[in-house]
């Protein structure tokens, strides 16, 4: 049924503000605050009946902000209600120049960008208890992973100190290091409990370089594959993507990868990319061979990673592991010939 009520939703811990776009009418005419609980998604309910709208002709539009509005969303799902989690950078963009910003501002500017891209929508679900879950471990880890990083730096700078604090820093680490181990566990026994994810799981750490965390990010932000179509989507999320910039005659910049992505599930890609040049010969030699013809080392290893994602969509679709052959690596169906050779120069050419 075609939408007829386009809601924004301004995000915090206590509150959600609630603004019904309306072009001629004044912000405060459609506009609500309610606590971010039950009692406040049961008057959201309310007011929305008392505008005489049906569950299934409103939609709803809220910014990512983590696990504030997770209650919100399944709050709506269980209504009825269609709603979409978008990047606040592309509603920024999407309202040109502003001056000022509160929160009745931003719900109105949320309201706006649902109604004026109403012909695109494509609607969220909640994420599940599994996919929680999963995201909870990743970033437990990452933590203590952090730490440990900073007391082994500690430790390392004051290698020749014999004293108190470098006896409870090794301690500390090494409880660390067991916290680590216990995470892991727990990670994989996660993903065993599902038989589906875990096939795929199993696909995935047969490409050379691909180890549980990137084989879990992928899975958890893919939704198991499920929310990217191909690889290079999945790339340009990462921040893997090199992107032109072009003007005229005078402005014509060589490809660079764009900081509007995914960070940290580029730096995790990092570590493969440097895994996959030590131990699969085939990367080695393209490393070296491009390394030798000039380009640069963070070039080189941006291609890579490239790769890794070609190699990880391209196992699970087939639903083959990735094998050996001839002493390199490659699937059952050379992937080679499936990689489009002028993106992959678009990778390597970047700055």
């Known amino acids: 049924m075609e939408k007829q009520a386009f809601i924004g939703v301004d995000i915090s811990k206590l509150t959600l503000d609630i603004c019904l776009y ?73 309202c040109g120049l502003r001056r000022g910003k509160s929160d009745k501002i931003d719900a109105r500017a949320i309201s706006r960008y649902c109604y004026e891209k109403r012909d695109r929508h494509v609607y969220d679900k909640p994420k599940t208890a599994y996919r929680l879950r999963l995201q909870e471990l990743l970033t437990e880890r990452r933590a203590y992973v952090k ?25 500390q680490l090494e409880q ?92 995790d890609l990092s570590q493969s990319a440097l895994a996959a040049v030590r131990h699969d010969p085939e990367l080695r030699l393209y490393f070296e061979r491009k390394r030798a013809s000039g380009k ?3 070039n080189v290893l941006n291609a890579i990673k490239f790769k890794l994602i070609q190699r990880m969509f391209a196992t699970v679709k087939r639903g083959s592991p990735y094998v050996k052959l001839g002493g390199y690596s490659t699937p059952k169906q050379s992937l080679n010939h499936s990689i489009n050779h002028q993106t992959i120069n678009s990778y390597e050419n970047q700055n």
């Open 296 to 298: 640069h080392r963070n």
């Open 176 to 267: 660390i290091s067991i916290l680590v181990k216990e995470v892991e566990t727990d990670l994989l026994e996660l993903i065993r409990s599902d038989e589906e994810t875990f096939n795929n799981y199993n696909l995935l750490t047969t490409v050379v370089g691909i180890s549980l965390v990137n084989a879990a990010n992928i899975l958890l932000h893919t939704d198991n594959f499920k929310a990217f179509d191909n690889p290079r989507d999945y790339a340009c999320y990462c921040g893997v993507a090199p992107f032109g910039k072009q003007s005229g005659t005078s402005i014509k910049r060589a490809d660079k990868v764009s900081q509007m992505a995914n960070k940290q599930l580029k730096a």
């Open 22 to 94: 309306d072009s001629e009418k004044y912000l405060l005419e459609n506009y609500l605050t309610i606590s971010n609980d039950s009692k406040g998604f049961s008057h959201f309910l309310k007011w929305l009946k008392s505008e005489h709208f049906k569950t299934n002709t409103i939609a709803v539009c809220m910014e990512h902000t983590g696990v504030y509005g997770l209650e919100f969303s399944r709050f709506l799902e269980s209504s009825g209600i269609d709603f979409m989690f978008v990047p606040g950078h592309e509603i920024k963009y999407s």
């Open 147 to 171: 730490e440990r990083k900073r007391i082994k730096t500690y430790l390392t700078e004051h290698k020749n100190a014999v004293n108190a604090s470098t006896g409870r820093y090794t301690r």
